[in-house]
């Protein structure tokens, strides 16, 4: 494994898991793309590689950080921000078992389980701190706290294959529900108080992943694109294009991790746009879901480089 300076290692974010996000919803939509255009070329057993890979070196270096530095994971948990990225740890596990599914069935089961527990966890333990906290104001809310209640809505798209239905349905719900009561709570911040800090401008994209995830488990568990599934996928569009239209805002920030936030909701957006095309067979779809591809594409490499070139600067993994 690759060594990492102990001051750098006690300053290792949580955020970090979010490449993971970010990785397997490429390689999904790559796969996607794969399986409906019967393309020659097929990047994405390769992409899973690289991404089972990226998760099993993070893995391994919080894993150092927690029994070297306890006290720092506990400052991250007590954190208003970055608590919100633990949950990254087990989305990347479902998101992973959605990626293995077309390969191993059993793999995609136990990455699903494990998932599915330590979500449940996660999603326990951040409403308990929510409930009971005595130091988050309005102003600390942003984008990234979709990320453990919302993620519940990911559960049913491999869920759906591997155990009974209802299951998938109780941690639907879950993520619908409190999906529409942060966004409420989360457009009345950005309306009517200060705007975020450029560091966490990134995370407004997460705005798009809630409802386009949604959209795709909610065809995994009704088998039609009916009327509810059309409002989810549209709301998805809808914010796609509202955030499109601030790109020069945007390209204007420096780079952070954060910018990771980016990846994970165009490859939903991107997949669903594919899901739709595969159930309505209109070429307006198909078309879409290219140019979103080609898109998450030029992103992805293009935070992979900005990424690789902070790491050699060593602009990461250092004191916030």
């Known amino acids: 494994m690759i060594e990492i300076q102990p001051s750098r290692l006690q300053n290792f ?18 796969h996607r793309a ?14 899973l590689g690289l991404t089972i890979t990226i998760f099993v070196v993070l893995a391994g270096f919080y894993l150092a950080k927690t029994v070297r530095y306890p006290d720092r994971v506990k400052a991250e948990f007590g954190h208003p921000v ?47 701190a ?19 209640i919302v993620g519940n809505i ?22 619908l529900v409190f999906w529409l009561v942060l966004l409420t709570i989360i457009f009345y911040r950005m309306f009517f108080h200060h705007p975020l800090p450029a560091k966490l401008l990134p995370t407004l994209f997460i705005l798009i992943a809630p409802p386009a995830v949604g959209f795709i488990s909610w065809l995994q568990l009704t088998g039609e694109v009916d009327a509810f599934a059309r409002i ?4 998805a569009i ?7 239209t601030q790109v020069r805002r945007f390209l204007r920030l420096e780079f952070f991790l954060s910018w990771w936030a980016y990846s994970f909701p165009m490859a939903a957006i991107t997949i669903a746009t ?41 602009a990461v993994c250092i004191e916030d």
């Open 274 to 314: 594919f899901v739709m095309y595969q159930q309505l067979e209109l070429a307006f779809f198909k078309g879409v879901g290219v140019v979103l591809l080609a898109l998450l594409t030029l992103l992805i490499t293009v935070l992979a480089g900005k990424t690789a070139q902070a790491v050699r600067r060593r």
């Open 34 to 47: 794969e399986t409906l255009f019967a393309l020659p070329v097929k990047p994405s057993p390769v992409l």
């Open 82 to 128: 970055k608590l919100n990225f633990f949950p990254t740890i087990s989305i990347g596990l479902i998101l992973m078992s959605i990626a293995v599914l077309p390969y191993s069935a059993n793999a995609s089961l136990a990455c699903w389980l494990v998932g599915l527990l330590l979500h449940l966890a996660f999603t326990l333990y951040v409403l308990s």
């Open 154 to 175: 990911l559960v049913p798209i491999a869920g759906v294959q591997h155990a009974s239905s209802e299951i998938s349905w109780f941690f639907f719900s879950i993520g």
């Open 238 to 244: 809808f914010l796609t294009l509202m955030l499109m």
């Open 130 to 148: 929510w409930l009971h906290q005595t130091h988050f104001e309005v102003s600390h809310i942003n984008p990234a706290w979709f990320i453990p």
């Open 232 to 235: 989810l996928y549209y709301s």
């Open 13 to 30: 974010p949580i955020s970090w898991f979010a490449v993971v996000m970010g990785m397997t919803g490429f390689t999904i939509a790559w």
